[in-house]
């Protein structure tokens, strides 16, 4: 996991928390060796995470840093934790990684056994080998990302119960929201120090000023043209944003973004005219919906299309998508791009190589029709617009690798290394996704006959393509996976014609 493109605490920030978890780091005589952090969304416990890991790299203390993503598959998944871990502890340690070599070469099916029996091996064990004096230290952030709340059950038992058999010298750092499910397994645990972040403290409030004082001052020296006064936009006005926010540094982040756009002060007026809502969610709602409205497109029905068709995309996709792939896949036309679109929303939405949202709290305040309110904002987490957009990006890589995969469709020889072979970006998503997308969706009616039509003729074809993608090992359990959907949906139809 790259931990490179996230961005930590802003320097001189957080000094207190920070300061509260390297003390607990460093205290030998402390009877927790779990300190989890929990808070609200957009309290900054992905920042902190990032800080700390990036201060306990330099001191050569870190042994691994996981950073769960609901948007990206193989961020998210429970049974990948324990071998993930183990491969980055090895790593970072020569006599770890020596002990787990060995362990994997005595029994080589140990990373496809339960993840009770990894973490018994590939963690307990090497770690306990040997008296360290230092500290190693585990960071895993954003724990409510890791997949459902069913599938991260037995994830949460080992971290529970089992983690409290490490060594004191082994300790982890768990950051997440309060979710009811981390909450019941963490809360009172003699081994685990849970601390809740405090998002009303004037600490916290004179973090948000310094963070607005630095944005506001990189926005006065690129829009120097504009002769933005000295000190813009004052010191009132910077409180007045601070109070804004509600605790919340996303807000602020967001509220930055926003700002910085052709005419600072038009926008800044934007957000101090629009809704003051009480609570921290309320406060995040009034800033989407200001940032939303302030596109002023809503009248116009190919952007509203457009809008729904992209974000739609980008919220079920399993893995973030580059803006040429979203182009592909929507068949949008080529006089209006999806970046077309995504250009107008660049506060909410990340636009790298990839296309994402910028903060998981816009994911939810569009898929709570009591929070976004207006109907082309809108997309139902649960039900018939969620299924809906799987159902059409399924018959979308269906469609896509129909129009490409073919027998030998890289021409490869004996001579020629598969490793140099590659398919273009919405082909491979296609490949590796198709199955999921449909498999989510409850009526199979509608892409049935598409489907068998498509096994029929591409099912060996998409054999190869998963091998030149190197993921040969997935197919079998894919296809278990989408035979067992089959039946229950061709169950689902018979039933209804019956009645």
């Known amino acids: 996991m790259d931990a490179s493109r996230r961005t930590g605490c802003l320097q001189g920030t957080r000094r207190d928390v920070l300061k509260i978890i390297l003390d607990w780091v460093h205290d030998p005589h402390s009877q927790q060796n779990i300190l989890w952090l929990h808070g609200l969304a957009g309290s900054g416990k992905s920042a902190l995470s990032t800080t700390i890991a990036s201060i306990l790299g330099s001191s050569g203390q870190l042994g691994a840093f996981l950073f769960f993503d609901r948007d ?21 340690s020569p006599r770890i990684g020596a002990t787990l070599r060995a362990v994997v070469e005595r029994n080589s099916n140990i990373l496809a056994s339960s993840i009770h029996l990894q973490f018994q091996k590939l963690l307990l064990d090497p770690l306990s080998i040997g008296n360290p004096t230092a500290p190693i ?9 890791c997949g459902t709340a069913d599938e991260r059950e037995t994830l949460l038992e080992i971290l529970a119960n089992d983690f409290r058999n490490l060594p004191y010298h082994v300790r982890t750092i768990i950051t997440s929201r309060s979710d009811i499910g981390i909450c019941n397994a963490f809360e009172s645990q003699y081994h685990i120090l849970a601390f809740e972040l405090d998002i009303t403290s004037s600490a916290n409030s004179d973090d948000i000023l310094s963070f607005f004082r630095y944005r506001m001052s990189l926005i006065r020296n690129k829009k120097r043209h504009m002769r933005l006064e000295m000190g813009w936009p004052g010191e009132d006005v910077l409180h007045t944003l601070v109070q804004r926010a509600s605790g919340l540094f996303v807000w602020a982040s967001t509220a930055s973004g926003f700002i910085n756009a052709h005419d600072p002060k038009r926008r800044l007026d934007l957000v101090l005219r629009g809704d003051v809502a009480s609570g921290a969610e309320g406060a995040l709602d009034a800033l989407y919906k200001t940032a939303l409205e302030s596109i002023g497109l809503w009248d116009d029905e190919d952007f509203v299309s457009d809008f729904r068709a992209i974000i739609g995309m980008i919220l079920v996709a399993r893995q973030p998508l580059s803006s040429s792939a979203i182009d592909a896949l929507l068949l949008l036309p080529e006089h209006r791009p999806s970046m077309h679109t995504i250009s107008l929303l660049r506060c909410v939405l990340q636009q790298d190589r990839t296309v994402r949202v910028l903060h998981p709290s816009f994911a939810d305040f569009l898929m709570t029709q009591e929070r976004c309110g207006r109907d082309f904002w809108s997309f139902d987490r649960y039900t018939y617009h969620r299924y809906t957009y799987h159902r059409y990006l399924a018959i979308r890589c269906m469609d896509c690798m129909d129009a490409v995969l073919q027998r030998n469709m890289c021409n490869m020889t004996l001579t020629v290394d598969q490793a140099n072979e590659k398919l273009s970006e919405e082909v491979s998503y296609s490949c590796l996704f198709w199955i999921d997308h449909i498999c989510v969706t409850k009526d199979g009616s509608p892409i049935m006959d598409r489907l068998r039509d498509f096994l029929y003729r591409h099912l060996l074809h998409w054999f190869e393509a998963m091998s030149i993608l190197k993921r040969s090992r997935n197919t079998i359990p894919l296809l278990d996976e989408l035979r067992d959907w089959m039946s229950v949906s061709q169950s689902c139809v018979v039933g209804h014609h019956v009645v």
């Open 137 to 145: 230290v585990i960071v895993l952030d954003a724990l409510d990302e």
């Open 72 to 92: 990206v598959t193989d961020r998210s998944d429970p049974t990948a934790v324990i071998r993930t871990l183990a491969h980055q502890l090895g790593s970072s």
